[in-house]
């Protein structure tokens, strides 16, 4: 029938364990047995996601083993390449790069460097992760982890026909989940006085990181955006070019918030002690 599931599969009580029953629409019937009842339903969900998405489960085992036999390359000889390679396509920025090579480094090539990349499994990912959060990492180092761990695979996946599946596509467990007062945390903003002392301490101790945290200060533009500046395309202290008369009226707005939408994007000015704490004296 078109349009039919190519998996389906369901669960049955196996003593104190639960049995799983997967049925591909091509092959074998497999069976796995699991220790709770939560276990069964995750992975029944899981196959039934598949056979809906039309996964031919019978052909995948089939080039898994395939692919099994073949020899890829480590993951610390893999990966560098790969991160390379989307820095020269653009799709990844030289900065995030080198954060991400260093994130790597730390936590996920002392366990998983030396294994050939298609031999990973979720577990092997989650691992690396849970010893970052153990040892109490943020959440950047965490996802400086998984988020170049996945598009790896991904653009195996995508470019080189590579039959999956991506151990690093679903980590949810591992992660864990955002706390309320992380997130609050994640848009705190330096204060005036804070960003004025951070400013007079690396004059004396880093001059050279100055003119880098006065415009981020300024401008209020995070690492990458302003590592992503370039001089020749911006004037300082021009000022914007006079906005065109709209063809029909805009709406009323209501409040200081909706008119700025009403007119466009609400720039205020750079403060006056920015511009004075990038000077050099």
Same mark, same amino acid.
């Given at each position: 029938?078109?349009?039919?599931?190519?998996?389906?599969?369901?669960?049955?009580?196996?003593?104190?364990?639960?049995?799983?029953?997967?049925?591909?629409?091509?092959?074998?019937?497999?069976?796995?047995?699991?220790?709770?009842?939560?276990?069964?339903?995750?992975?029944?969900?899981?196959?039934?996601?598949?056979?809906?998405?039309?996964?031919?489960?019978?052909?995948?085992?089939?080039?898994?083993?395939?692919?099994?036999?073949?020899?890829?390359?480590?993951?610390?000889?893999?990966?560098?390449?790969?991160?390379?390679?989307?820095?020269?396509?653009?799709?990844?920025?030289?900065?995030?790069?080198?954060?991400?090579?260093?994130?790597?480094?730390?936590?996920?090539?002392?366990?998983?460097?030396?294994?050939? #990349?298609?031999?990973? +499994?979720?577990?092997?990912? %989650?691992?690396?992760? *849970?010893? !970052? =959060?153990?040892?109490?990492?943020?959440? /950047?180092?965490?996802?400086?982890?998984?988020?170049?761990?996945?598009?790896?695979?991904?653009?195996?996946?995508?470019?080189?026909?590579?039959?999956?599946?991506?151990?690093?596509?679903?980590?949810?467990?591992?992660?864990?989940?955002?706390?309320?007062?992380?997130?609050?945390?994640?848009?705190?903003?330096?204060?005036?006085?804070?960003?004025?002392?951070?400013?007079?301490?690396?004059?004396?101790?880093?001059?050279?990181?100055?003119?880098?945290?006065?415009?981020?200060?300024?401008?209020?533009?995070? #690492?990458?955006?302003? +590592?992503?500046?370039?001089? %020749?395309?911006?004037? *300082?202290? !021009? =000022?914007?070019?006079?906005?065109?008369? /709209?063809?029909?009226?805009?709406?009323?707005?209501?409040?200081?918030?909706?008119?700025?939408?009403?007119?466009?994007?609400?720039?205020?000015?750079?403060?006056?002690?920015?511009?004075?704490?990038?000077?050099?004296?």
């Amino acid at each position: 029938m078109k349009g039919a599931a190519t998996i389906t599969a369901t669960y049955i009580a196996h003593g104190a364990k639960f049995r799983v029953l997967i049925r591909p629409a091509n092959a074998k019937r497999l069976t796995r047995v699991v220790d709770t009842e939560q276990d069964a339903i995750d992975l029944v969900r899981h196959f039934n996601r598949l056979g809906l998405a039309g996964v031919d489960l019978g052909s995948a085992l089939a080039e898994a083993r395939t692919e099994s036999a073949k020899t890829y390359a480590p993951l610390r000889e893999a990966l560098p390449t790969f991160l390379a390679e989307q820095v020269t396509l653009g799709n990844l920025r030289a900065s995030s790069a080198r954060v991400y090579r260093s994130r790597l480094e730390r936590w996920a090539y002392p366990e998983l460097g030396a294994i050939p #990349w298609n031999l990973i +499994t979720r577990e092997d990912v %989650g691992a690396a992760i *849970l010893a !970052a =959060r153990r040892a109490g990492k943020s959440r /950047a180092v965490i996802e400086g982890i998984r988020g170049p761990l996945t598009k790896f695979y991904q653009w195996q996946m995508h470019a080189h026909r590579w039959p999956g599946p991506n151990p690093a596509a679903e980590l949810s467990f591992f992660v864990g989940k955002v706390s309320k007062a992380t997130r609050q945390q994640d848009l705190q903003w330096f204060r005036r006085e804070e960003a004025q002392r951070l400013l007079e301490v690396c004059r004396t101790h880093y001059p050279r990181w100055v003119a880098f945290l006065a415009v981020s200060f300024a401008c209020g533009t995070r #690492w990458g955006e302003t +590592t992503a500046l370039e001089a %020749g395309g911006h004037r *300082l202290g !021009a =000022r914007p070019p006079p906005r065109q008369a /709209a063809s029909r009226p805009a709406r009323t707005a209501r409040g200081a918030g909706s008119r700025c939408r009403a007119r466009g994007p609400c720039r205020p000015s750079a403060p006056t002690w920015t511009r004075s704490a990038s000077r050099p004296r």
